[in-house]
């Protein structure tokens, strides 16, 4: 059986076109879960050692569109859109 995360995988390889409709919500929603795994002050986003965490090769200037020094679930699902 295929996991989300094998398919987001082989999608990001791919450099395929932005996701829409139910597969933005789909990977919308295992950002959150991901978040919340890694979340550890309970904020709803990530800040740079939890994103270290979660990401070893992140860069937060990268991710944090809005300048908050914070990476929530819409900033890290468009970077993994783009990677």
Known sequence: ML???SFLWAVERRNSPPLSG???ARLREWVA???KAY???ADGA???DELKAYD???EMSLIDT???ARADVDELA???EKK
């Open 33 to 35: 879960k991901r978040i």
């Open 3 to 5: 996991t989300l995360q």
């Open 39 to 41: 979340d550890k002050n």
């Open 66 to 68: 809005n300048g908050d």
């Open 22 to 24: 139910t597969a933005a």
């Open 78 to 80: 468009r970077a993994r």
């Open 56 to 58: 070893a090769k992140a």
């Open 46 to 48: 990530l800040d740079g």
